[in-house]
């Protein structure tokens, strides 16, 4: 098995956010801290005091392989000071953008899958996620709506999915 690049990113999925409140896979201790510890901004080199010596790598395979997460990126080479700072920054955006889409989907796609819609959004643990939410959510309007709607939707929502690149 090839080394895992220390600047790799991983967040956890859906399932992985399940598997921490449900525990349905029986994960080791280590694995579990390791899950609850990915967040998207944290890098493997960040993470590696937090198994035993070796043992990180298998941990990621494991968690990859359940689908409990998902490759996020590559980190630059921040200290751990920028990293908390940049994480910090996106957890202030992401309540942001929760704030202004509340009840959006409600209005476009009626209180039953509208609902549902909201929770994920309300649920979105970064970026990332919020923008894969969003996605799904845009394709539901396409479908039940039509193209006005979606157009519509797109204008109020189309900065999140394409953010300025400082971001």
């Known amino acids: 098995m090839a080394a895992l690049d220390p ?3 991983y967040t956890k999925t859906i399932a992985g956010q399940a598997e921490i409140i449900n525990r349905r896979h029986g994960l080791s201790t280590g694995a579990r801290r390791i899950l609850i510890l990915m967040d998207g901004h944290r890098r493997l080199a960040d993470l590696s005091r937090f198994s035993r ?6 941990v990621v395979e494991e968690l990859e392989a359940l689908g409990l997460i998902a490759f996020a990126g590559v980190s630059e080479n921040l200290s751990d000071q920028e990293v908390q700072q940049r994480a910090g920054t996106e957890m202030r ?4 953008l929760k704030n202004s889409l509340r009840g959006l989907f ?3 796609l009626g209180p039953a899958a ?3 819609f909201e929770d994920r959004v309300r649920d979105s643990v970064s970026l990332e996620i919020m923008r894969r939410v969003l996605r799904e959510a845009v ?6 709506r039509g193209d006005l709607a979606t157009r519509r939707l797109l204008s109020t929502i189309d ?3 394409n953010p300025p690149e400082s971001l």
């Open 7 to 9: 600047l790799r990113v």
């Open 53 to 58: 010596d070796g043992d990180l790598e298998r």
């Open 93 to 96: 955006t992401l309540g942001e």
């Open 106 to 108: 409600i209005e476009q």
């Open 114 to 116: 509208g609902q549902i």
């Open 139 to 144: 394709e539901e309007v396409r479908h039940r």
């Open 159 to 161: 900065p999140i999915l």
